[in-house]
């Protein structure tokens, strides 16, 4: 069972020196191949998990173990994920740091670029992408990585119907060659039918972990989540009040 785990959380929270409670006593594992969604309203603390399970921050109590894998991650700000002046680059500067030889960060370059629909952009100044783009592109330097575990932090922020649709396809994809994926977001309608998994953050705390079919008989509204389950019927039914 053990070696069946990629990703152990246990007890974790995160207090920042200006009081803020942002995780409290959270604790979940992740099997190998597991795809989970773990959702939450502005501020109940998913970047901040992220930033946990990636190392970028310690937890002020508890612990977090990854087990025989690096996280690959996609950033919720895409700006601060570029590092390459072109997205030839920056694809290849993760591709590289993976330890690939010359010839494989091509060849993973060319991969990603087609995957992401950027080749159109290989060469252009990566910092006057769109936004949409630039996810894109964080996406595209992730896949090039070729990492075990990947976590998605509000993976649709900005982008258009068919980008929606090619990172959709990307995680699916990912999903059926079995890798680890976490994805954190708000947005259920556009990725729970890939989810094995649900988990709710709501004000730090881990409130819901779950299957994704008894996540949607919960009461979501209490956490801040829109139920996905809310057909339209009429154009005065088209606000979010
Ligand atoms: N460095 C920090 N210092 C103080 N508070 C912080 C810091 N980083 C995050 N927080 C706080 O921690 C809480 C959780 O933030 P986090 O960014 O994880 O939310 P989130 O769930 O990702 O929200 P969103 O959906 O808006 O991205 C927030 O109240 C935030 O203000
Ligand atoms: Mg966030």
């Known amino acids: 069972m053990e070696e069946n785990i990629a990703l152990e959380v246990k007890g974790v929270g995160r207090t920042f020196s200006d009081g803020t409670v942002a995780l409290k006593d959270v604790s979940f594992s992740i099997s190998k191949g597991e795809f989970a969604v773990i959702a939450g309203s502005n501020g109940s603390g998913k970047s901040v998990l992220m930033s946990l399970i990636a190392g970028l921050d310690e937890p002020s109590e508890g612990t977090i173990t990854l087990h025989g894998c690096q996280a690959g991650l996609v950033f919720q700000d895409a700006d601060s994920q570029i590092l390459g002046e072109t997205p030839e ?8 740091n993976c330890g690939l030889n010359k010839k494989q960060v091509a060849e993973q370059v060319d991969f990603a670029l087609a995957k992401t629909g950027l080749e159109h952009k290989r060469v252009s100044y990566a910092r006057l992408l769109s936004g949409g783009e630039k996810r894109r592109l964080a996406v595209a330097g992730i ?59 709501d004000k730090g705390h881990l409130v819901f972990d779950s299957t994704p079919e008894s996540g949607l008989a919960a009461d979501l509204e209490s956490w801040g ?16 009040l």
């Open 143 to 201: 896949l090039a990585m070729n990492r075990s575990l990947i976590i998605f932090d509000e993976p649709f922020a900005n982008l258009d119907w068919p980008g929606v649709q090619q990172v959709c396809s990307i995680m699916k994809q990912l999903k059926e060659e079995g890798k680890t994926v976490l994805v954190l977001t708000h947005e259920l309608e556009k990725v729970l039918a890939l989810a094995d998994r649900f988990m709710v953050l």
């Open 225 to 240: 989540i829109r139920n996905p389950m809310t057909a339209y019927k009429s154009i005065k039914e088209m606000i979010w």
């Open 89 to 96: 680059e920056d694809i290849a500067f993760g591709a590289k």
